[in-house]
């Protein structure tokens, strides 16, 4: 089919019935293709999508195998790292005091004093701070002596088999009727601990709550 390209120049296009055959045909082929191809455009623009979504989701789980594989082949070595973890944990749970051992470790802390050439003029515990699984006990020490009895104490306390821990040191001449030269006064705060016994913590944070 051959259209005439004198036949175009007088062709009505707002007259589709008078249009000739070939045109009318050409036409609706075009159309037909026009369709078809936004049809399958918007189609497959949905499917691009969800595609794309798909292609996301495969790396996720991807991802997520990697890690857990990782983790499997690490298996053995995590079980050998918290059995070491536990370990270590129990031989420091073993340097806190039991609340029955309390009392002789206040006693060692004063004797190393003394032995130490200490003088004490106060040593006093005081109210203990209970934390997750054990509980601080705060001793304000006020000591006279000079700087290598104080070095020793210090020295001496560090040495014990309890944690100890010494801080707030405050070290200053001696003042009143002791005042001298040679001698001196530390003020310094103690603190050791010792483990909560199963179900201990809650009931001394109740007391704790019930007393404000």
């Known amino acids: 089919m051959k259209i005439d390209l004198e036949q175009l120049k007088s062709i009505d296009f707002n007259d589709v019935s008078k249009w000739p055959r070939p045109l009318k045909v050409t036409a609706i082929v075009l159309l037909c293709v026009a369709v078809l191809g936004g049809g399958i455009w918007f189609d497959t623009r949905s499917q691009l999508a969800v595609l794309d979504t798909a292609h996301r989701k495969e790396q996720e789980l991807k991802n997520v195998y990697t890690g857990k ?57 005081e109210n203990e701070k209970p934390a997750e699984f054990y ?31 010494l801080q707030d040191f405050s070290i200053m001449p001696m003042k009143g009727k002791k005042k001298s030269q040679n001698v001196l006064e530390m003020e310094i705060t103690a603190k050791t601990y010792r483990y909560l016994e199963e179900g201990e913590g809650p009931a001394i944070a109740a007391k704790k709550g019930a007393g404000k």
């Open 69 to 125: 594989a990782h983790q499997a082949a690490n298996l053995s070595a995590y079980k050998a790292q918290m059995v070491e973890m536990k370990r270590s944990f129990g031989a420091m749970l073993r340097q806190l005091p039991s609340k029955t051992e309390v009392e002789a470790l206040l006693v060692d802390i004063s004797q190393t004093g003394l032995e130490s050439g200490l003088e004490f003029e106060l040593f006093k515990p």
């Open 135 to 165: 509980a601080e006990l705060p001793i304000k020490i006020k000591v006279t002596g000079n700087y290598h009895e104080f070095g020793k104490f210090v020295s001496d306390v560090a040495g014990l088999s309890r944690i100890v821990t």
